[in-house]
Each structure stands twice: as structure tokens, then as C-alpha cells.
């Protein structure tokens, strides 16, 4: 079955610092790897997907995500953090079951961004 | 383009009471719909998803259930709530690319039961 694991519930950054939220999969087949962002009391927001060509994506804001086969990882990360990326992220992979496409979901990770 | 509306924003019921939430998408024509709920420090857990009208699959057992009266019309229902239905409700619609489905959702309904 697939699953995905997120490592820390929480991480604190400063402004200008480098993030990494990290994402590891479990998947009986090539999987689609998804990365949304939930700013408070809103809805989720695409940030990136990994559909199995180019193994490092780029998202939006400035964040980006490498597929690593040999790790089953797909790490989130961006150069510099800004103040506006305080929210929360989920990590997500596809998969079928009956014909049909869901989602399974990280248990998320707060990221928090101090001056 | 495609949007997704989902009301009430926030809902404060007491226990025992009936819920409904609605949701509906504009922009596309019979799209595969989902219920989820977040908990308090947890991940969002998928409760019924829909693939077209009248059809419903349930996720989970529980307090709720789901119907779809419309193409792009989705309802979250229970006749008696329990404290343990509060969380945030999110509704999403999906568009299938190719061997996997890209999903879109609405803003939320924050559900308190007390």
C-alpha cells in the first residue's frame, strides 16, 4: 500500500535560510508525488507534482522538489525562506485502488519563519 | 477556469444537532468530487469521494454520509453530531491526467461541535 511519512511536524527557520521539508514514500509502483501548501483556515494549493519526467521539479513561490528513486524521498525545498512561507505543507502520493485515483496524505509539516 | 466554493466557512453546532455542508464546482462537467476532514495536528483524511451523481463510496465508517444530487454538487450530511466530528472539512474536484488525478480544493468549512 502506499504511504507517505513527512519528518518533523514542525521546522523553524529564519528569514533568508534555507528550506527542506523532508517526504519519504512507500510505493509498490512508480509513483506520482504530490506537494500542496495550507495557509491558515484555507483550503489546500497545488505546489508541485512529480508525474516521472524531469526527477527535479519546480513549483510555485520558489520552491522546488527532487525525486530520489534510491532514497523514495521527495524533499521540498527553497534557497530562501520569506516571511510569506509560514504555513503548512503536505506531502501526498497518487495511487489507484478499484479503478480509481486517490490521494494518501503526510501528516504535514509547520513551517515557521522568524525575522 | 475552473473554482470551487464550499459553505458555510465556519459552523458552530452542539452535539446531537444535523450538519450539512455544501459544496459545489463551476467550470467543469462531471468531475470526480471528495470529502476529507483535518484534525488537529493530523493529515487530512479522505471521508467519501464521488464519480458522478448518486454515486458515492464511503472511506471510512463513521457519523457521516455523503450525497450527490447534482453533477456538481456535493453535500456533507449527518442527522446527530458528536463532539469528535469537529475539525475542517475540505471539499476537492479532480481532473484526470493521464495515469493520475490532480486534485483542486475549496477553501474549507471549520466545524466546531460543543
Known amino acids: 500500500a502506499q504511504s507517505v511519512t513527512q519528518l518533523g511536524s514542525h521546522v523553524s527557520v529564519s528569514e533568508g535560510a534555507l528550506v527542506l521539508l523532508r517526504c519519504n514514500y512507500s510505493s509498490s509502483v512508480p509513483p506520482y508525488l504530490f506537494w500542496y501548501v495550507q495557509y491558515p483556515n484555507q483550503g489546500l494549493q497545488l505546489l508541485l507534482k512529480y508525474t516521472s519526467a524531469a526527477t527535479l521539479v519546480k513549483g510555485i513561490n520558489g520552491f522546488e522538489a527532487e525525486f530520489k528513486k534510491s532514497e523514495t524521498s521527495f524533499h521540498l525545498t527553497k534557497p530562501s525562506a520569506h516571511m510569506s512561507d509560514a504555513a503548512e505543507y503536505f506531502c501526498?502520493?497518487?495511487?489507484?485502488?478499484?479503478?480509481?485515483?486517490?490521494?494518501?496524505f503526510g501528516t504535514g509539516t509547520r513551517l515557521l519563519v522568524s525575522p | 477556469s475552473q473554482t470551487i466554493h464550499q459553505w458555510p466557512a465556519t459552523l458552530v453546532q452542539p452535539v446531537g444537532s444535523p450538519l450539512s455542508l455544501e459544496c459545489t464546482v463551476e467550470?467543469?462537467?462531471?468531475?470526480?468530487l471528495y470529502w476529507y476532514r483535518q484534525a488537529a495536528g493530523r493529515g487530512l483524511q479522505l471521508l467519501f469521494y464521488?464519480?458522478?451523481?448518486?454515486?458515492i463510496s464511503s472511506e471510512v465508517p463513521q457519523n457521516l454520509s455523503a450525497s450527490r444530487p447534482q453533477d456538481r454538487q456535493f453535500i456533507l450530511s449527518s442527522k446527530k453530531l458528536l463532539l469528535s466530528d469537529s475539525g475542517f472539512y475540505l471539499c476537492a474536484w479532480s481532473v484526470v491526467r493521464g495515469k493520475y488525478n490532480e486534485q483542486f480544493f475549496g477553501p474549507g468549512t471549520r466545524l466546531t461541535v460543543l
Open positions: 501526498a502520493v497518487s495511487y489507484a485502488e478499484g479503478g480509481f485515483q486517490k490521494l494518501v
Open positions: 467550470g467543469t462537467s462531471n468531475p470526480n
Open positions: 464521488s464519480v458522478g451523481i448518486g454515486q
